[in-house]
Every structure is written in structure tokens, then in C-alpha cells.
């Protein structure tokens, strides 16, 4: 089973361990139109590796493989992120069934779920929690 994670457990875990890395699975449009975690603080980048695939929206079958020839190990200490937690949580289960132990879903994504006026970004989630991030 795949644990949820605090945005701001996450990002003291990011600065603080060696082998903690984030990877963002959302699409190309997302990270250009809505923005970034910014890691730099953290001595750190975001990997950027979609799980599903405009425009049919299909999961990636290379996802593991990309994966692996982004250098990440079973060792790491691997974080998900995508808009609300959904794919994020896919893509950490496919990587836990690959054989990667210390995978993690961020509670409530980049942009949380929509609030009274189905904006997002405000109710919870990495933006909501007034972590860094960035225009890409």
C-alpha cells in the first residue's frame, strides 16, 4: 500500500534526505500552463515524467523504464505529484509493483481538489500550502 504524504512532510523530506526525490506525472501542458514545485532551495529539481500521454490520456507504458533511465533506484525515496493525487498514486503503486519500497503519494497534489467556486489551488495541495514553486 502506497502512503499519502503531507505536501509539507514532503518538502522537509526533500531538503533534508539524500535520497528523496520528487516526480511530477503530470503532462507537458500542465507543467507549462500551471507551474512547477521549485526544489531549488532543496538543492534539487523536479523529475518530469508524465503517466498518462495526450491526447488519448493513456498511461505511459515506458513510465518504469523511464524511470530507471532517469537514474532513479530502489534506494531512492521516490515522492508523486500530479494535479489532485490520483495519477500520482497510480504511478507510485506501478513503481512499488516494480520492485521500488520507499514510493509516496503527495496528499492532495500540486493544485487539491476544487473549492466553492471549482477553483483550485486554494483549498489544499502543494500550491495551497504556500510551498515554492514556479512558472515554467
Not at 505529484?81 to 520492485?99: E, F, K, N, T, Y
Amino acid at each position: 500500500m502506497v502512503e499519502n504524504i503531507a505536501p509539507r512532510k514532503v518538502w522537509d523530506v526533500l531538503q533534508t534526505d539524500p535520497k528523496a526525490r520528487l516526480v511530477d506525472v503530470r503532462t507537458e501542458a500542465e507543467w507549462n500552463h500551471v507551474g512547477l514545485p521549485d526544489l531549488k532551495a532543496a538543492g534539487k529539481e523536479p523529475a518530469l515524467i508524465s503517466w498518462q500521454l495526450p491526447p488519448q490520456m493513456a498511461v505511459n507504458a515506458d513510465f518504469v523504464a523511464q524511470m530507471r533511465q532517469a537514474g532513479f533506484t530502489p534506494e531512492h525515496h521516490i515522492f508523486f505529484l500530479c494535479r489532485s493525487g490520483v495519477r500520482s498514486l497510480a504511478a507510485a503503486q506501478a513503481m512499488q509493483a516494480a520492485g521500488f519500497g520507499h514510493v509516496y503519494n503527495i496528499a492532495d497534489g500540486f493544485e487539491g481538489p476544487p473549492d466553492g467556486q471549482g477553483q483550485r489551488g486554494q483549498v489544499a495541495g502543494w500550491q495551497a500550502d504556500g510551498l515554492p514553486w514556479r512558472q515554467r
